[in-house]
């Protein structure tokens, strides 16, 4: 294999590591930590007044901008410091007295079946789906588990421990069928390939920047569907939520009928500056252009894993998948830390070494990976 990788010269990580750990944490892009320095100088020379300068601007760019990567509106955004946080606001403004069961696969991220186990003492109840496979959960399993007393359905759009895509429009059919709502994990699969929320008819998705968007921890975003919004109010909340949080009105609660009543307290601003920047790169890459990469490389890491006899519990199939590969292996942790000392970084999930390439990355890269993987799989490290 021999191929070069896009935007290199963005990611200063990748002249001296094999960096494959981009669904965990992207590197820092040399634009994100110009934007921070921006940021840093803001607040030195103008202290407090750069709120009213420039950072609530910043604040309500980064809103359109996230609308634009999903096909939304503006005011169907609520910036939010992470999915965990947008998946608790999200809780709090569903009524259970009638319907008082959340339904949730075996295999979703842990947060998206942890927020409702919170509220079993109140009365609600999880339903777990369970896969056969580890590695997606078929619809039928969906459909028979969804029910006239389900309230809602937390699930993610891509499978975190194998990479396997879900398809949340069909999803999305079959919950409303039933009378319930779809709540979208995507934290796995924004910024890795087109995804028109509105066509895809779900109610709720939640997102952020620590992956695929390239802009760092701590910002994240919820996608409320425009009709919703003024019917539900959410308990989980801050002075940021409300319709004008500037009257500093400590009586009133008073509510936009947007997005933004999902909303809390101030949010980041120096994670605001690394999250355009991080979205501006996506932008001029295009992301027709990274899913072709994403393809492309995994499927270079499933092919060389399975032609050396390597397990893999993910799809074979790359339109079935994001770029997250996961490897088999009896001892994953340790063979994160061996394939580490030979300058591959990548992560692991129970059982599985997990590999996820970006459009920086080489052919000769996934090459050079998928031949440590093997030495540290015969070294039974």
């Given at each position: 294999?021999?191929?070069?990788?896009?935007?290199?010269?963005?990611?200063?990580?990748?002249?001296?590591?094999?960096?494959?750990?981009?669904?965990?944490?992207?590197?820092?892009?040399?634009?994100?930590?110009?934007?921070?320095?921006?940021?840093?100088?803001?607040?030195?020379?103008?202290?407090?007044?750069?709120?009213?300068?420039?950072?609530?601007?910043?604040?309500?760019?980064?809103?359109?901008?996230?609308?634009?990567?999903?096909?939304?509106?503006?005011?169907?955004?609520?910036?939010?410091?992470?999915?965990?946080?947008?998946?608790?606001?999200?809780?709090?403004?569903?009524?259970?007295?009638?319907?008082?069961?959340?339904?949730?696969?075996?295999?979703?991220?842990?947060?998206?079946?942890?927020?409702?186990?919170?509220?079993?003492?109140?009365?609600?109840?999880?339903?777990?789906?369970?896969?056969?496979?580890?590695?997606?959960?078929?619809?039928?399993?969906?459909?028979?588990?969804?029910?006239?007393?389900?309230?809602?359905?937390?699930?993610?759009?891509?499978?975190?421990?194998?990479?396997?895509?879900?398809?949340?429009?069909?999803?999305?059919?079959?919950?409303?069928?039933?009378?319930?709502?779809?709540?979208?994990?995507?934290?796995?699969?924004?910024?890795?390939?087109?995804?028109?929320?509105?066509?895809?008819?779900?109610?709720?998705?939640?997102?952020?920047?620590?992956?695929?968007?390239?802009g760092g921890p701590g910002m994240a975003f919820l996608y409320v569907r425009r009709e919703l919004s003024p019917r539900?109010?959410?308990?989980?909340?801050?002075?940021?939520?409300?319709?004008?949080?500037?009257?500093?009105?400590?009586?009133?609660?008073?509510?936009?009928?947007?997005?933004?009543?999902?909303?809390?307290?101030?949010?980041?601003?120096?994670?605001?500056?690394?999250?355009?920047?991080?979205?501006?790169?996506?932008?001029?890459?295009?992301?027709?252009?990274?899913?072709?990469?994403?393809?492309?490389?995994?499927?270079?890491?499933?092919?060389?894993?399975?032609?050396?006899?390597?397990?893999?519990?993910?799809?074979?199939?790359?339109?079935?998948?994001?770029?997250?590969?996961?490897?088999?292996?009896?001892?994953?942790?340790?063979?994160?830390?061996?394939?580490?000392a030979r300058g591959v970084i990548v992560d692991s999930r129970p059982g599985v070494v997990r590999f996820s390439p970006?459009?920086?990355?080489?052919?000769?890269?996934?090459?050079?990976?998928?031949?440590?993987?093997?030495?540290?799989?015969?070294?039974?490290?």
């Amino acid at each position: 294999m021999s191929d070069g990788g896009i935007f290199r010269d963005e990611f200063p990580i990748t002249e001296r590591l094999n960096y494959l750990n981009n669904c965990s944490l992207t590197p820092m892009p040399r634009r994100a930590q110009a934007a921070l320095d921006e940021y840093a100088r803001l607040w030195s020379e103008w202290g407090g007044r750069a709120w009213y300068s420039h950072w609530m601007n910043e604040l309500e760019a980064l809103r359109a901008d996230f609308a634009t990567v999903l096909g939304a509106d503006t005011d169907e955004i609520a910036l939010q410091p992470g999915v965990s946080t947008a998946l608790v606001a999200v809780a709090s403004a569903i009524d259970y007295s009638e319907r008082d069961t959340v339904v949730v696969a075996d295999i979703d991220f842990p947060t998206d079946g942890h927020v409702f186990l919170a509220r079993e003492h109140q009365g609600l109840k999880v339903r777990f789906v369970h896969s056969p496979d580890g590695v997606s959960v078929p619809l039928e399993a969906f459909a028979e588990a969804i029910d006239e007393r389900t309230a809602l359905v937390c699930t993610g759009h891509v499978y975190y421990a194998s990479g396997a895509l879900q398809d949340v429009a069909a999803l999305a059919r079959i919950a409303h069928a039933k009378g319930a709502l779809l709540l979208v994990d995507a934290y796995q699969s924004i910024g890795a390939f087109p995804f028109d929320v509105h066509a895809s008819g779900v109610d709720f998705l939640a997102g952020g920047t620590l992956k695929w968007l390239m802009g760092g921890p701590g910002m994240a975003f919820l996608y409320v569907r425009r009709e919703l919004s003024p019917r539900l109010r959410p308990t989980a909340l801050g002075w940021w939520s409300q319709t004008d949080p500037f009257s500093f009105d400590v009586q009133h609660l008073a509510l936009p009928d947007t997005a933004r009543r999902f909303e809390y307290g101030t949010p980041s601003v120096p994670t605001a500056y690394a999250a355009r920047a991080g979205l501006s790169l996506l932008r001029e890459v295009g992301i027709d252009r990274v899913r072709a990469s994403h393809k492309r490389l995994s499927q270079g890491l499933v092919d060389g894993a399975l032609s050396h006899g390597l397990r893999v519990r993910c799809p074979t199939d790359a339109e079935r998948r994001t770029s997250i590969v996961t490897i088999v292996h009896p001892d994953p942790h340790r063979a994160v830390d061996a394939l580490r000392a030979r300058g591959v970084i990548v992560d692991s999930r129970p059982g599985v070494v997990r590999f996820s390439p970006h459009f920086f990355n080489t052919a000769d890269e996934i090459d050079a990976a998928v031949t440590a993987m093997v030495e540290v799989s015969a070294a039974r490290v």
